[in-house]
């Protein structure tokens, strides 16, 4: 079965450093999907990445998929309070496997 | 570790038909359940939160009328597609929230919902 680790698992920067965060498939993923997840709330979408090499970016945040299709990075420059979350990585299971989720990077951001 | 289950898992049903998914934490306690659907080759969203013994709190764009969620025990949310429509084919998934501390989400298995 497809597994989804991400690293570090927790992460404090001071407000305005950047800082990069890593998500690694056991298998080839075919869609990787960026998630954030604030206190108490739902998982919010941040960006999907289809092809190899792929780079998207939405304001400060710029996801990457590797030619392999087998990494991902989540990029966040000059990190705000209001990046702090929690950042989980997704994948598809295949067929009706449900869907595969990193065990999330916790972000701090310090004034 | 913590287990939350789904029915139907998947449900076929007629347009204008009304289809009611079960949404069951079975060994812990969820005050907040989340509500995703995903379309296929598509991220998930979240569609709302439901907190128990209150009303859900429902993202832009989600009709509450036509998606009604329950939430009447710490165990239990319901989510009731009213009326369906083809276009509300979907993956729908609960997650529950754990109070640990973590903010840690476990995910149902999903109900396929497909409606002719």
């Known amino acids: 079965s497809q597994e989804l680790e991400q690293s570090p698992q927790s992460l404090i920067v001071q407000e305005g450093k950047n800082l990069t965060i890593n998500c690694t498939s056991s298998?080839?993923?075919?869609?990787l999907y960026w998630y954030k997840q604030k206190y108490g709330e739902g998982l919010i979408f941040l960006m999907m990445l289809q092809k190899g090499g792929e780079e998207k970016s939405h304001e400060k945040i710029t996801a990457k998929l590797d030619e392999k299709k087998q990494q991902s990075s989540l990029h966040i420059t000059a990190s705000q309070p209001s990046h702090a979350g929690i950042y989980l990585c997704?994948?598809?299971?295949?067929?009706?496997?449900?869907?595969?989720f990193g065990k999330g990077t916790r972000l701090s951001v310090i004034a | 570790g913590a287990v939350v289950s789904q029915h139907p898992s998947r449900v076929i049903c007629k347009s204008g038909t009304s289809v009611k998914i079960e949404c069951r934490s079975l060994?812990?306690?969820?005050?907040?359940m989340f509500w995703y659907r995903q379309f296929p080759k598509q991220s998930l969203m979240l569609m709302a939160t439901s907190n128990e013994g209150s009303k859900a709190t429902y993202e832009q764009g989600v009709e509450k009328d036509k998606f009604l969620i329950n939430h009447a025990s710490l165990t239990l949310s319901t989510l009731t597609v009213t009326s369906a429509h083809p276009e509300d084919s979907s993956f729908y998934i609960c997650?529950?929230?754990?109070?640990?501390?973590?903010?840690?989400?476990?995910f149902g298995p999903g109900t396929r919902l497909l409606v002719l």
């Open positions: 997704g994948a598809d299971g295949s067929g009706n496997t449900p869907l595969v």
């Open positions: 997650s529950a929230r754990i109070l640990d501390g973590l903010e840690t989400q476990y």
């Open positions: 298998k080839t993923l075919y869609g």
């Open positions: 060994d812990f306690q969820a005050t907040t």
